[in-house]
């Protein structure tokens, strides 16, 4: 992702800056999404794994990207609280 547009993106609800999810985060949420353990904060089942996503720096909302666009929508965020293997904070 352009570092430029990831220096102005940030959480929609919270404000909070957003980073690039690590490689275990993204095993970690897509395990979880193939055992249909995932929602997303409205409530929605994620159905398709995460290819790409973007996590807030305090590690509580992930929101996907789909080829290489954002979804900044709040009600499309995935709550980390909800993934029981979710990896510590490195």
Known sequence: MDKRLLDILCCPVSKTPLRPLGKNELDAINTAIAQGQVDTVAGTRVEASLHEGLITVDRKVVYRIDEG????????????????DFPAAA
Request: charged share 20%; aromatic share 0%.
């Open 69 to 84: 666009i954002p979804v900044m929508l709040p009600e499309e965020g995935i709550g980390t609280a909800q993934l029981r």
